[in-house]
Nanobody, 114 residues
Framework: QEQLVESGGGMVRPGESLRLSCVTS????????MGWYRQAPGKQRELVAV???????TYSDSVQGRFIVSRDNGKKTLYLQMNNLKPEDTALYYC????????WGQGTLVTVSS
C-alpha cells in the first residue's frame, strides 16, 4: 500500500528555517525521482524541488538558493531544508514521486508570518 507521510511544518517568522520530512512506503522510493510540491491558499499545486534517483537536485526559481532537497534511500525518506523563509512560502507542502502518480498524502502546513 502506497503511503506518504509529511511532517515538520509549522509557523515561523520571515527569515527563519524549517526542515520537512516525508516518510514513504510502497512506492519504490529508491527507484523514483521524488519531488516536493506545495499548494498555497487559492492557488494550484506547484512543484518546488526534485531529487533524482541519484540525488541530483533541481529547484523552482522561487526557492532556488534557499531550499535544499535531499533523500535517504535506506529510510525511504525525502527531506526539504527551507531557509530564509518568506511569507510567499506559506502553503501546504507535499511530497510525491516525480512525476506524481497516485494518491497524495495529507501534507504539512508551513506558515510564514511576522
Amino acid at each position: 500500500q502506497e503511503q506518504l507521510v509529511e511532517s515538520g511544518g509549522g509557523m515561523v517568522r520571515p527569515g527563519e528555517s524549517l526542515r520537512l520530512s516525508c516518510v514513504t512506503s510502497g512506492i519504490g522510493f529508491s527507484a523514483n525521482a521524488m519531488g516536493w510540491y506545495r499548494q498555497a491558499p487559492g492557488k494550484q499545486r506547484e512543484l518546488v524541488a526534485v531529487s533524482s534517483t541519484g540525488g541530483i537536485a533541481t529547484y523552482s526559481d522561487s526557492v532556488q538558493g534557499r531550499f535544499i532537497v535531499s533523500r535517504d534511500n535506506g529510510k525511504k525518506t525525502l527531506y526539504l531544508q527551507m531557509n530564509n523563509l518568506k511569507p510567499e512560502d506559506t502553503a501546504l507542502y507535499y511530497c510525491h514521486t516525480f512525476p506524481a502518480e497516485g494518491l497524495w498524502g495529507q501534507g504539512t502546513l508551513v506558515t510564514v508570518s511576522s
